[in-house]
């Protein structure tokens, strides 16, 4: 093996130990748990942060965070997934639509988690297909995040109007029962999405990391979350879903996600298998 080479192995391997120790130290001075986030994605992650701050190291990186506690907020846009759309995946909320909701009718009232619900996306299309469905009234919608400035974000529900086209095409898709244009108002190249899609919703900072269960649930969407999860950060947060679930809740995750070899795959059974929706079992 030749000296640049041997060179270059060893550079990635001080990374590596730079990275570890960087995660340590989030989790020490911020209370941010990623160190057991899927390494090759964090990795990217923060290569792209530390390029953006402008530190030739990630122990450069790690000494600005430590001693300057506004960066924090900042390099979470880069530790936490904020892409998504409305009705992403449209035979997903059409499976829930067609197959879920008439189970979800039997009962009185309703509890609805969105983990990792980003800058909303999600649960508006949550929202819209609950008062499309007729059981927005007895819902309560819980959305969570460890990223504070999503949280906000979801709680404005504006988003870009260039957008807006994909997000009617997916809602058509799904199984819209009306036009999306009926729940949003468009002015100076931004989509306000009606207020009252958010008076049953409660925002919440939340971690499936570090954080307990969440409320009794009757529909769990989780969805491409758990693919920047190591094996057993998965398994931790399928088990907090276990648990947060009532006997015979309902469990929805990402296209590339699966139950397949977690620890907990037998506490629940598929239920629209295409769609990686999963219903939680009664024992």
Known sequence: MDAEVTDRIGEEKVEDIEIRLLLEAIYARYHYDFRSYAMASIKRRLKQA???FEYPTFSALQEGLLHDPDMMPRLLAYLTVQVSEMFRDPTYFKALRESVVPHLRTYPSLKVWVAGCSSGEELYSL?????????????????TDINQDALKAAEAGIYSLDRIQGFTQNHRMSGGRSSLSDYYTAAYGRASFDKSLRRNVVFSDHSLVTDAVFGEMHLISCR??????????QDQALKLFRDSLVRKGFLGLGSKESLRFSAYSEAFTDFVREEKIFQRRPV
């Open 50 to 52: 530390r390029q953006h």
């Open 127 to 143: 929202a819209i297909l609950f008062r499309e469905e007729g059981l927005e009234e007895r819902t309560l919608f819980y959305a």
């Open 224 to 233: 491409n979350v758990l693919i920047y999860f190591d094996r057993t950060l």
